[in-house]
């Protein structure tokens, strides 16, 4: 499966995110675990929230801080691993993962939830979207994520789910045309970008 550019760059934030935003899920001092390009990242800065956007690939947080200058956006950028996030213990309010978490496998998952749960205060809110076991084909990289995982896993790691319920995730017109061509039966908006099935989850540092 080739696609023209990162499929979940859609230069913009997820409608996920904004609705989350919209619903008074952040507050104080937030963290986007997973910030690639940073779209939501600079999403939330322009709301008024101090961020802190970590990635692993240097090249998605260069990108990343060229697309929050050019916004003037204000956001901490910087290269982290995000299943151990040294450095950064009890610093959030607020914690988002926008579709991080479905491209790590069980014991990575396993270390990240943990590492999340370090790095915020207590009762700090958890807004998590990952792709869903619904999805139409399988996708490079991602697992299909069950309602039993996230609430097996949330809990090990210290996190009461608050919500959890079936919504969707954008990916670009170039993931689009190739669900298209592939004749995948996928939903898609006036741009030719697809909602794919995914989950929303809210949880609380416990």
Request: hydrophobic fraction near 45%; glycine fraction near 10%.
């Amino acid at each position: 499966m080739t696609f023209g550019a990162v499929p979940w760059d859609i230069s913009a934030a997820q409608p996920i995110v904004v609705a989350a935003e919209q619903a008074g899920r952040f507050s104080g001092a937030v963290l986007d675990a997973g910030c690639g390009l940073g779209d939501n990242a600079i999403y939330l800065a322009e709301r008024g929230y101090q961020v802190t956007g970590v990635d692993g690939a240097p090249t998605a947080v260069e990108w990343a801080a060229k697309r929050a200058a050019a916004q003037g956006a204000t956001v901490e950028f910087a290269v982290a691993d995000a299943t151990s996030l040294a450095g950064y213990d009890g610093r959030f309010d607020s914690v988002l993962d926008s579709a991080l978490y479905d491209v790590l496998d069980a014991d990575h998952r396993a270390r990240y939830l943990t590492a999340l749960h370090r790095v915020s205060r207590p009762g700090a809110k958890l807004t998590l979207a990952c792709f869903s076991d619904q999805l139409p084909t399988d996708l490079p990289g991602v697992y299909r994520i069950t309602e039993q995982i996230i609430r097996d896993e949330l809990g090990a790691a210290g996190w009461t789910i608050t919500g959890l319920r079936r919504d969707s995730y954008l990916v670009n017109e170039y993931a689009g045309e190739f669900f298209r061509q592939e004749k995948i039966d996928v939903v898609t908006d006036e741009r030719g970008r697809v909602a794919l099935p995914a989950w929303a989850v809210e949880a609380e540092r416990g």
